[in-house]
Nanobody
Framework: EVQLAESGGGLVQNGGSLRLSCAAS???????????VGWFRQAPGKERERVSCFFSGSIDYVDSVKGRFTISSDYAKKTVYLQMNSLKPEDTAVYYC???????????????????WGQGTQVTVAS
């Protein structure tokens, strides 16, 4: 069974940092290499929005996090990380990772939803 598990969320002060992890299980290494992984977030009362995505060295960020967030991947660990620096209160949300064969879907640039989702991890930035 394929699963994605996020970790690393928490409470941090304005300007602080957190590193989120998205660990994949149930994939063979060959299968995992064929999937793009994206990070999404959803704040209370707001729609889910894309944050960043990674696939075979290709990276994308939403404008609001460029220069502050960095996505990276450890293929051997089947884990994608989201390093979040200079956090702002408006970054407060539940962060989800997702995976799909198609870059556009994993990056949230398609109306279709990614195939696999994690359970989410809460990030709260105090002002």
């Amino acid at each position: 069974e394929v699963q994605l598990a996020e970790s690393g969320g928490g409470l941090v002060q304005n300007g602080g940092s957190l590193r989120l992890s998205c660990a994949a299980s149930g994939f063979t290494y060959d299968d995992y290499a064929d999937y793009a992984v994206g990070w999404f977030r959803q704040a209370p009362g707001k729609e889910r929005e894309r944050v960043s995505c990674f696939f075979s060295g290709s990276i994308d960020y939403v404008d609001s996090v460029k220069g502050r967030f960095t996505i990276s991947s450890d293929y051997a660990k089947k884990t994608v990380y989201l390093q979040m620096n200079s956090l702002k209160p408006e970054d407060t949300a539940v962060y989800y990772c997702a995976a799909d064969h198609l870059w556009a879907i994993a990056c949230g640039k398609s109306k279709m939803s990614p195939t696999y989702w994690g359970q989410g991890t809460q990030v709260t930035v105090a002002s």
